[in-house]
């Protein structure tokens, strides 16, 4: 795609960075045909090649609007159409550098400015989140049904997180910010799961929010704030010979992995960010690798599960299939799901943001995971689950919660 970036953006790195990603781009159209917004709405600037060509007219100091706006809030960020390009547009990147310029050109309405600061200072920080939530479960008989359904259980701890050890292989488990709150389970889980492989999975206390949140909201220099954070409290850690950082979570998988791309001109922290990034794994990255622990058992009776595998896992970090093979190792019945490269509609904040395309998204990804009527739905990323529960009486649990119960039952077997 050929390209006149104005004079504003020219020499800044960003205009830099996204001249180099829209000069990759040959419009050839591949990206529609997997985009969950343009499939919905029809709309070519709902599409990736769409929205590509609006950021081209916001960098070449062309007229944009609130509609410009409008149909750059509208992505997902899935990256659906990053698997499908051929000519390996990094689509994600541009995406989060359209709405940091637009956001500077564009103002928005007070309401939504307002919203979108709320979300940014509440879901990050945990001690915020879970006093919220805790007011909210006082009130659910007052709640509107809506909200009442997105509120996650108070019963989610369904693991008992393992004693410490003095294991000789240790690595770093991110506590994440809403999901340490929202579904606590998932991270004691991967440290019953890892205690039986001989790994001890240690949190550092510092860390908090990976930063995605704010990088997606238009907000980069608050989500540089929170990845150098995690940086100095990951580092002592590191320095001690942390074999790995492990991540429960596929949204703030990506969005560690990139800490190295986006702080790479951080003349303090450009370094260290880029081997964070190299350190940085999925869980089911380093159980695919390690080997499923060898006293995991088969559940008694073969469960029939029905695997959502989020956009961050398969289309963001390339691991499709990874948890679905483990999973069937471990002797679960993984069931068909159509259209499973489709996004659930849960995005982040996207939900809260964009409800209605959202809700249309959650009740076509459920029509296709309970098609053929699992006993539990399983996924990778706490907003997924989160999501899904919302929209059905099907148990929703993440893939770690279904592999240290087979532990506990072979545990119990030999009581």
Known sequence: MQTRIGERYRNTPQGREADAILRACVHCGFCTATCPTYQLLGDERDSPRGRIYLIKQLLEEQPVSRHTQQH??????CRSCETTCPSGVRYGRLIDIGRELIEQR??????E???RALLRRILTHPARLGLLLKLARACTPLLPPALRRKLPSGSAQTVTPPPERNLPRRMLLLAGCAQSVATPATNAAAKRVFQA??????EAPEAG?????????????EAADFM???IDAWWPHIERGAEAIVITASGCGVQVKEYGELLQNDPTYGEKARRISELARDAAEVLRDEGLPANTVAPAARKKIAFHSPCTLQHGQKLGGVVENLLREAGFDLLPVADAHLCCGSAGTYSLLQPELSQQLLRNKLGNLETHRPAIIATANIGCQLHLASGTHTPVQHW??????TLDQDRRATI
């Open 228 to 230: 150098r954070r995690n």
């Open 197 to 202: 492989l001989g790994i001890q999975l240690t």
């Open 106 to 111: 564009v103002s928005r309405p007070p309401g």
């Open 113 to 115: 400015r307002l919203k």
């Open 400 to 405: 770690l919660e279904l592999l240290a119960q």
């Open 209 to 221: 929010c990976c930063g995605a949140v704010s990088q997606h909201l238009a907000a980069p220099q």
């Open 72 to 77: 750059l809030d509208r992505c997902l960020t």
